[in-house]
């Protein structure tokens, strides 16, 4: 089945750019113009690709949306998936559909993907590098020695909310909450495993999550950033390999450098080389993970749509083969839910199962996600009530999370 070419958006309406006051305008006029001076403080680039990025700022501040140059990687489909929106402005035009072109474009800005001596150099490289140096990485690394003794089902918890607030570590969203990326050591200690301040689960289905990670399982995970993150899902794939779990995993990646800090494969090998020199239980999970990758029990696998500005609703055919032979999904972070759901201003209540019900596979598919953006479903009247009276932006400061299932 090929791909759609625009978001199948029916049902409630899709979360635009540009809506004043919202969260989604505040990440296209703050967070990117930030997002390029870090870009520009963190890698000498030379006059020409100094110069896209400040055009590319100057649009981006009120300016039109141009097309891609002829001939640029991927041309004709994000002409294609733009015919609606090039030529516009940046804040009229769907919030998903525009973060995603602004990664695309800076790309083309610093040259990712022409021959030359840009090629390949990850623009987010020095800020995840870093991430991965941070006191945090390291805390948490060591933090797996006393893991380790744990009884089996404390093991189970820890590991699973370690990768449910790793979610936390996005350097996209520490940019906008005026944290440095990687560079301050990060965890407070909220005993959750992952970060900043205490954080609270609103939706826990992870009793599926246990019921169905049965031997033989083929579980696919959706990874979602780099760095911390990545580490704390390796953890997991590595507890899912190693308790019988799982026979085997296949991790999704990016395919190039997207949202700040998704993880591509390089920044697996990263992960992987870090565990595998840190001290104690965490060197040793390390290389389980690296002879798993060797034996094949541990897959990447990269997809172009991955880095499509579109909900998987439209995931084509040969990704949906893939992912229905898992026995279970795991879909990280922000992005992929709002992916997974669609990016709508869905009512809170909306069932996140019939919302996902177009899902390959017979298996469970679990989002594991810390709130970061305007979309939410599958909550329970009260509690949402509850959420809206308490003032808090609970659905955009990343303290709350969902262990959220869609069941067989
Ligand atoms: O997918 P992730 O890393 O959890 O989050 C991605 C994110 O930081 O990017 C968007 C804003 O730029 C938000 O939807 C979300 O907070």
Wanted: proline share 7%; glycine share 12%; charged share 20%.
């Amino acid at each position: 089945m090929p791909e759609a070419d625009t978001a199948p958006s029916s049902g409630a309406p899709v979360i635009i750019g540009g809506a004043p006051g919202s969260f989604a305008r505040k990440v296209l006029t703050e967070r990117h113009p930030a997002l390029i001076q870090q870009v520009r403080d963190a890698i000498p680039y030379g006059p020409p690709e100094s110069q896209a990025l400040h055009v590319l700022r100057e649009e981006i501040e009120g300016g039109a949306i141009s097309p891609l140059p002829v001939g640029a990687h991927g041309y004709e489909q994000w002409n294609r998936w733009g015919r609606e929106y090039i030529g516009r402005s940046w804040f009229e035009v769907p919030f998903l559909w525009a973060e995603s072109y602004f990664y695309r474009r800076l790309l083309e800005a610093v040259g990712y993907f022409e021959a030359g001596p840009w090629q390949g150099i990850d623009p987010f490289g020095p800020a995840k590098r870093a991430e991965l140096r941070s006191r945090a990485v390291e805390e948490e690394l060591a933090a797996l020695d006393d893991v380790a003794g744990l009884p089996p089902e404390a093991r189970d918890l820890a590991v699973l909310h370690g990768a449910l607030w790793g979610n936390r570590a996005d350097l996209g969203f520490r940019i906008s909450s005026g944290r440095a990326a990687g560079a301050d050591g990060g965890s407070e200690g909220d005993g959750e495993g992952g970060g900043e301040g205490t954080g609270r689960v609103i939706v826990d289905d992870s009793a599926v999550l246990w019921e169905y990670a049965l031997p033989p399982g083929a579980v696919h995970v959706l990874a979602d950033n780099a760095g911390r993150e990545l580490t704390a899902d390796l953890v997991l794939i590595d507890h899912l390999l190693h308790t019988g779990r799982a026979a085997t995993v296949v991790l999704h990646v990016k395919p190039y450098p997207y949202f700040v800090s998704d993880a591509t494969t390089a920044d697996v090998v990263h992960c992987l080389r870090r565990m595998t020199r840190a001290p104690g239980h965490a060197a040793g999970v390390g290389a389980r993970l690296w002879e798993a990758m060797n034996s094949g029990c541990l897959a990447v696998h990269t997809h172009a749509f991955a880095c499509a500005p579109l909900p998987y609703a439209a995931m084509p055919g040969d990704l949906r083969d893939d992912l229905a032979r898992a026995t279970l999904v795991i879909a990280k972070g922000d992005l992929n839910y709002r992916r997974l759901v669609g990016d709508q201003h869905w009512p809170g209540t909306t069932s996140f199962a019939e919302l996902t019900s177009y899902f390959p596979g017979d298996g469970p598919l679990i989002a594991l996600r810390t709130l970061k953006s305007e979309v939410a479903v599958g909550l329970d009247a009260a509690a949402l009530d509850a959420l809206d009276a308490s003032g808090e932006p609970w659905r955009t400061n990343g303290t709350h999370a969902v262990i959220q299932a869609r069941r067989p």
